[in-house]
């Protein structure tokens, strides 16, 4: 008994150790957790969010007054990669506070890059979040940051 708490515990201590540290970046509309050592760009209102090693990006633009109809928003999604995907390889459901959330996956056979891309789109209202990481780095630690990092964008309106 007393070898399994001594694992638990060396367990726990292990993982809070190893657990990445993050700020948060605010916007009037949006938070999203930006892991330590990363940087941060505001470039005309598209944020970038990268490792110094710039080996990848996590880019978010949003829209307000866009008149998109939901039939075309995936249609849209699938232009910005000039991607002959079928539009069901873009999956949507019901998101936070009434969005409707957009999930691609796509990988560019020439630049060699991963891309995941959510929309979130309300009315006349839309955010635009994605991933591109090199294929050579997108697996242990950069994948875990840039997925934890993706996954804690939250809208507030």
Do not use: R
């Not at 005309?44 to 109809?69: K, M, R, V």
């Amino acid at each position: 008994m007393m070898k399994k708490i001594l694992f638990f515990s060396a367990m726990l201590t292990g993982s809070l150790f190893f657990a990445q540290k993050a700020k948060v970046y605010e916007s009037p509309n949006y938070s999203i957790n930006v892991p330590d050592g990363w940087k941060s760009t505001n470039d005309s209102e598209i944020i970038n969010i990268f490792p110094t090693s710039q080996i990848g990006a996590i880019t978010i633009s949003e829209y307000h007054d866009l008149t998109l109809p939901k039939e075309e928003v995936k249609k849209f999604i699938l232009a910005l990669y000039q991607s002959q995907d079928q539009e069901n390889k873009v999956k949507d459901k019901k998101g936070q506070k009434g969005y409707t959330e957009y999930l691609y996956e796509h990988f560019d056979e020439k630049e060699k890059l991963f891309w995941i891309t959510k929309v979130f789109q309300k009315d006349k209202n839309l955010y635009l979040v994605s991933i591109n990481c090199g294929q050579k780095f997108w697996n242990g630690n950069y994948m875990t940051q840039f997925n934890e990092t993706f996954n804690s964008f939250k809208i507030k309106k």
